[in-house]
C-alpha cells in the first residue's frame, strides 16, 4: 500500500535490505500455526519468524518516472471521482 511503498523507499535509501510482504500471507501462517495472541510482541515475533523461515525476495525501488506516473495516475483517478 501506499504507506508500506513510503517505508521501503526510507529503509532502502538508508542501505538497509527490504522485503514487502502481504499481511495475508503472515496471517495464513499464524493461523497455520494457531497462534491465537494478537499483541504487537506476537505479531513482531510471528514476522521474523517467517522472515527466517521463508526466503524473501529483495524489494527492489520502481524508477522515479514510474512512481511520479503511479502519482498522476491516483490524483487523476481521484479528481474524476463523484464521491
Do not use: M
Amino acid at each position: 500500500g501506499v504507506y508500506s511503498q513510503a517505508l521501503a523507499t526510507y529503509f532502502s535509501a538508508q542501505g538497509h535490505r527490504v522485503s514487502v510482504v502481504n499481511p495475508a500471507k503472515i496471517k495464513a501462517v499464524s493461523q497455520s500455526l494457531l497462534k491465537r495472541n494478537k499483541t504487537d510482541t506476537a505479531d513482531a515475533q510471528l514476522i521474523a519468524e517467517y522472515g527466517e523461515r521463508i526466503t524473501l525476495r529483495l524489494w527492489q525501488p520502481e524508477p522515479a518516472s514510474k512512481a511520479k506516473l503511479k502519482v498522476w495516475v491516483q490524483h487523476k483517478e481521484h479528481s474524476l471521482c463523484s464521491c
